[in-house]
């Protein structure tokens, strides 16, 4: 299977994750473990990949990402 990517990027919202992420002052671990509370496994690598365009993201990991933060999934994608 080949996906996509635009300009090598494999996603739109690394960066918000990122930026939320960094703004409560938390680590790709501690993200990982509220990931998985939120039942989605995800492990650090994969987060530090999503932050760096480097990984798909799929519409339930935004979904759970959008809860973590408390922020829109719209927001994640930079529509807001």
């Known amino acids: 299977m080949k996906f996509n990517d635009f ?3 494999k ?3 690394g960066d918000r994750i990122h930026q939320a992420r960094t703004a409560q002052r ?3 671990a501690e993200l ?5 509370v939120e039942g989605v496994t995800i ?3 994969a987060i530090s990949k ?4 480097a990984r798909l ?5 935004l979904a759970a990402f ?3 933060f408390r922020v829109t999934m719209d927001w994640l994608t930079g529509k807001e």
């Open 7 to 9: 300009d090598g990027i």
């Open 11 to 13: 996603n739109i919202s």
């Open 26 to 28: 938390m680590t790709q």
């Open 32 to 36: 990982a473990a509220k990931m998985q």
């Open 43 to 45: 492990e650090r690598e």
């Open 50 to 53: 999503i932050e760096t365009g």
């Open 57 to 61: 993201v799929t519409d339930y990991e």
């Open 66 to 68: 959008a809860r973590v």
